[in-house]
């Protein structure tokens, strides 16, 4: 007899639910060795109920009335993201983006290591950046089998955005974070995710407007009742 999967367990994660398993596993941190719905959904804004759906797809964790283990939902969670092994990278265009996100230790943490620095700029070439020398764009794909890496970062300006993505797919790499503000085109095989944080900046003004009107202060009246104030 087949045995029976666990109800949830084949599910296909969203884009959004993948994002809340990152902010679940941030939330999973800071808290004690059980974890309940109720904690990950006010950690996260999100109800009980889609903190239960999400998890619910990774298969049968929690157990009522106890929560979920902390440790052992952790690796659930690193293991549906893909971050249960480290990834190598590169990174392509070494100005002060590619020189901030090199000092940010958070990468290596999670597991994710830059391992090349490449850049088209004759005065960077053969310059050392935490550690790395920079090489020339022409040489990566011939570095990239030495250097075993996957994932590539680009933080060229938008107009050689497009042709540093097609010498990353060219060069086997199968995984690109861009931050320049465009759009790429990728070959099948190849995903891309794009940080332009202009478009956070929109997004946060959207928010903004959109907001719920600030809540009213109660303050003592002169007729001895209560009266609302809008706060300033």
């Known amino acids: 007899m087949r045995k029976k999967k666990p109800a949830g367990a084949d599910a296909k994660l969203s884009r959004a639910a993948a994002q809340r398993l990152s902010q679940y596993l941030r939330c999973l941190a800071v808290v004690g060795p059980t974890a309940s ?67 940010y230790r958070g990468f290596r943490q999670h597991g994710f290591e830059i391992v090349g620095l490449f850049d088209a700029d004759p005065a960077k070439i053969g310059t050392t950046v935490d550690g ?64 332009d944080l202009t478009v956070q900046f929109e997004q946060l003004a959207f928010l903004v407007t959109r907001r719920e009107p600030t809540a009213p202060e109660l303050r003592p009246s002169a007729r001895g009742g209560l009266e609302g104030r809008r706060s300033r």
């Open 37 to 103: 719905s109720a904690d990950l959904a006010r950690s996260v804004g999100v109800s009980d109920a889609q903190v239960r759906r999400d998890l619910g797809a990774l298969g049968h964790l929690g157990q009522r009335g106890v929560g979920y283990d902390v440790t052992a939902l952790a690796a659930a969670l690193r293991k549906t993201l893909g971050i249960d092994r480290p990834w190598r990278a590169v990174l392509a265009g070494v100005g002060n983006l590619a020189r901030a996100l090199l000092r």
């Open 132 to 195: 790395l020398t920079v090489e020339p764009i022409g040489r990566l794909a011939a570095r990239a089998t030495d250097l075993r890496v996957e994932l590539g970062v680009i933080t060229v300006p938008a107009d050689a955005a497009q042709e540093v993505a097609d010498q990353f797919s060219a060069a086997g790499i199968v995984g690109i974070l861009n931050f320049a503000p465009v759009l790429l085109r990728t070959p099948a095989g190849v995903v891309a995710v794009t940080v």
